[in-house]
């Protein structure tokens, strides 16, 4: 109950984008839109004074926590001994608001920055006709390649910089793009791990594959680890994917990467759940499973082998041929057919021995979403940007938030983080009809417009309000900045929305209708892909 309540406040704070310890326990109450979370079930027959008084204890445990106790454990210990402070911290973390993990981790990686200010940012030199027209001819070319081979000889310590804040942030290296002129480095920089996410998530690039359960229509989009013996190129590019993963959390930009909880619960050491990772990853493996699992008598257990065997064509059974019948075998998720022990192909599924199929077939599985040899490498290249041990205080869910942060846009928050510029008010009318589109837009629509104005296409976190901090709290490039557009020559509707996207500033017109708007908007946000224009 107290991890449903820590959770129901951690969703509460990044709603009202404050801090736990900002939160009055008189402001703690369930309402009716809260009933609908599984996770929160158990809290709506507590009395609602009860919670109040819960949370003031956990918000008391925190602030302790935070301010003292955290950063005296040494959380390398965790797995080492089970008895240490770290270790029961570990178990206990589920008590810790992320806000509360979120500022000791940050302590912690600017306590941690190897390259000093005397130090010049290394430059990696991108060519952007690599990919010109949307297809990448092999995956050589790639911006995630290209990257990967310039970076191979730098020293890991050159990009442990300070987390990324100010006007005028630090970032891991600088990009320069071949033949195009770009002012300022955080648009390109965004620009290059929006790109990289997309290659990633594409068949450009063989280190990611779709999750099989999107064959059920379920998890569609979701990605997992390629599970199969790699080669040492491809160790070197998963080490580069880990340090990806650290250089965008020390940059503060989220990465819009869908991977299943399975890859995020492998990142920060927890074991999987034999059920619900295995149909969550691939359903029809776990139905197939049960299948064998919940079979009552031989004559059922005789028809599931006829159905299978009709279905992929396997053999007959050798003492009786007419009898079809299945072999411990079974397809990896690579596509390849193989033997679940040895000898298996020859080894016939029976009513003695169903049980022992069905746990082979989950076990290869859960060792393929497991991937060891690839997570190893991928854990090896985060630990060279980050401290390991600050992953065993986060969930899989919390380490996802703070690496690709929300998959979605919240205009209510974005419209409370835009400033107006030389002049312009929230009450002018053009204004009115820019939140009015928004409002009209898809969430993929949103994240095309988030990602033309500034290069990425999901908001942090990290917002001033939050600790009652100014302005430059913020994150780069937020907040939004809405100004007139360059020059006043031509009519406004005939005018197109320029942006500048190290700045995140849209330079609206003073379009005349809501239609209007709305067209340019479209256009502006479907021809976003054009070279960047800060």
């Known amino acids: 109950m107290d991890v449903a309540l820590v959770q129901y406040i951690n969703r509460l704070c990044r709603h009202l984008a404050i801090t736990p310890a900002r939160l009055h326990p008189h ?7 809260d009933t609908a979370d599984p996770r929160v079930a158990c809290l709506l027959n507590v009395p609602v004074e009860s919670l109040r008084l819960r949370f003031a204890l956990l918000q008391s445990l925190n602030n302790t926590l935070e301010s003292f106790f955290l950063p005296l454990v040494e959380l390398r210990q965790t797995q080492t001994y089970q008895n240490s402070i770290a270790a029961l911290l570990c178990e206990a973390k589920g008590l810790i608001f992320y806000d509360t993990k979120v500022t000791v981790m940050n302590r912690v990686l600017n306590a941690t920055v ?34 990967a081979r310039q970076l191979s000889c730098v020293p890991s310590s050159q990009l442990c910089v300070k987390l990324a804040s100010g006007g005028d942030p630090t970032y891991a290296f600088n990009i320069r793009f071949t033949g195009e002129e770009v002012h300022g480095t955080s648009g390109s920089f965004r620009h290059f791990l929006w790109q990289v996410c997309k290659e990633l998530q594409s068949s450009a690039l063989s280190l990611l594959l779709p999750c099989p359960s999107a064959a059920a229509n379920r998890n569609k ?10 080669s040492y190129a491809e160790e070197q590019l998963l080490h580069f994917f880990g340090q990806l993963l650290g250089i ?30 295995l149909q969550e ?14 079979v009552s008598d031989e004559t059922e257990l005789e028809a599931l082998c006829a159905e299978i065997s009709s279905q992929h064509h396997s053999g007959e059974s050798p003492d009786s041929p007419s009898r079809p019948c299945c072999t411990f075998t079974y397809v990896t ?31 290869l599985r859960l060792r393929e979403l497991l991937n060891i040899e690839c997570m190893t490498a991928v854990r090896a290249g985060l630990g060279s940007i980050i401290p390991l041990q600050l992953l065993t ?34 009450t002018d009318q053009h204004i009115e009809f820019f939140w009015a589109a928004l409002e009209m837009f898809t969430q993929e629509e949103l994240c095309k417009f988030i990602k033309f104005a500034c290069n990425q296409e999901r908001i942090p976190f990290t917002c001033p309000c939050k600790d009652g901090g100014p302005d430059t709290a913020h994150v780069p490039p937020y907040p939004m900045k809405i100004a007139p557009p360059d020059g006043a020559a031509g009519q406004p509707d005939s005018r197109y929305i320029r942006v500048e996207t190290c700045m995140f500033m849209v330079k609206l017109p003073q379009y005349t209708s809501l239609d209007v708007m709305l067209e340019k908007l479209r256009y502006a946000i479907h021809y976003r892909e054009d070279p960047l224009s800060g």
């Open 27 to 33: 402001e703690v109450y369930l309402d009716s839109c």
């Open 114 to 147: 190897q390259r000093t200010a005397d130090h010049a940012a290394p430059e990696i030199t991108l060519d952007p006709l690599e990919i010109v027209g949307g297809e990448i001819r092999s995956s050589e070319n790639t911006y995630f390649c290209q990257a």
């Open 221 to 230: 989009g979701k990605y997992i680890l390629t599970p199969c013996p790699i």
């Open 248 to 277: 965008a959390i020390r940059a503060d930009v989220p990465l819009p990467l869908d991977l299943l909880s399975s890859f995020w619960k492998g990142l920060v050491g927890e074991p999987l759940d034999p059920e619900q990772d």
């Open 281 to 294: 990853a691939d359903v029809l493996t776990f139905n197939y499973v049960k299948k064998f699992e919940n």
């Open 333 to 363: 998720m690579t596509g390849d057919e193989v033997e679940l022990c040895q000898g298996g192909r020859s080894l016939i599924v029976s009513w003695e021995n169903k049980d022992v199929y069905a746990r082979a077939v989950r076990s």
């Open 393 to 426: 205080m986060l969930s899989p869910l919390q380490m996802e938030l703070r690496t690709c942060g929300l998959p979605y846009i919240n205009l209510e928050f974005l419209k409370a983080h835009t400033m107006y510029q030389v002049g312009l008010m929230e």
